[in-house]
């Protein structure tokens, strides 16, 4: 099946439904890949930003709460790279539970 031909709203449930938690740039991030738009978002990247807009830090901030470069950040919310396994399990963590990250501080 080409990408002119997926179901966005099947896809993003069942990406959803594979990672457990609400995505809520993915079904536009699927209609600019279906339509051809320029840079398709990936839910990698999705999962970095809502993770640190759930803490309300700015990109340098939340580099340093989870102990990472900011260029790394950065990469990994513009889709340049993917963050490691791990990191998606601390990141899925905090868009949970967003008071997290202030105990990752004091460590």
Do not use: Y
């Not at 179901?7 to 609400?22: F, L, P, R, W």
């Not at 993770?51 to 260029?71: N, Y």
């Not at 950065?74 to 998606?88: I, K, L, N, S």
């Amino acid at each position: 099946m080409g990408i002119k031909k997926i179901n966005i709203e099947k896809v993003a449930a069942a990406i959803e439904a594979d990672t457990g938690e609400s995505l809520p740039d993915l079904r536009r991030a699927l209609a600019e890949a279906k339509a051809g738009l320029g840079r398709v978002t990936t839910p990698e990247q999705m999962l970095v930003r809502q993770a640190r807009e759930k803490t309300g830090l700015t990109q340098a901030a939340f580099a340093e709460r989870i102990a990472t470069p900011v260029a790394t950040l950065r990469d990994w919310e513009q889709g340049r790279f993917a963050p490691p396994g791990g990191v998606v399990c601390l990141l899925r963590l905090i868009i949970k539970h967003p008071e997290l990250s202030q105990e990752l501080n004091a460590a």
